[in-house]
């Protein structure tokens, strides 16, 4: 069966880290690019960051030189390390696979895990 499940949500201080994981099961994560979105209540969803089957990353610029984003193969795991935390960072996070290639519609990718909560509040 194929599945995403997110991981490593939780409330944590503005100026904070929190390092979530997707993990991947049912498939070669191999072939695959593996992009982070987040939804904030009220808000739509949003493209964070993406890593290729390459290795090759991108990121929103509202998340540029705070977060990093990596895959571990062999776990069948990817990582989105997220430092310098903001309240705006405030949402449900989630994780969805693609061929390959990374893109900026989150409509071709699919796959999606179901979220977890990220909290920034003091």
């Known amino acids: 069966q194929v599945q995403l499940v997110e991981s490593g949500g939780g409330l944590v201080q503005p100026g904070n880290s929190l390092t979530l994981s997707c993990a991947a099961s049912?498939?070669?994560?191999?072939?695959?690019?593996i992009g982070w979105f987040r939804q904030a209540p009220g808000k739509e969803r949003e493209g964070v960051s993406c890593?290729?089957?390459?290795?090759?990353?991108s990121y929103a610029d509202s998340v540029k030189g705070r977060f990093t984003i990596s895959r571990d193969d062999a776990k069948n795991t990817v990582y989105l390390q997220m430092s310098s935390l903001k309240p705006e960072d405030t949402a449900v996070y989630y994780c969805a696979r693609r061929d390959f290639r990374c893109v900026d519609r989150s409509t071709d990718f699919y796959s999606w895990g179901q979220g977890t909560q990220v909290t920034v509040s003091s």
């Open positions: 049912g498939f070669d994560l191999d072939y695959y690019a």
């Open positions: 890593i290729s089957s390459g290795h090759i990353t």
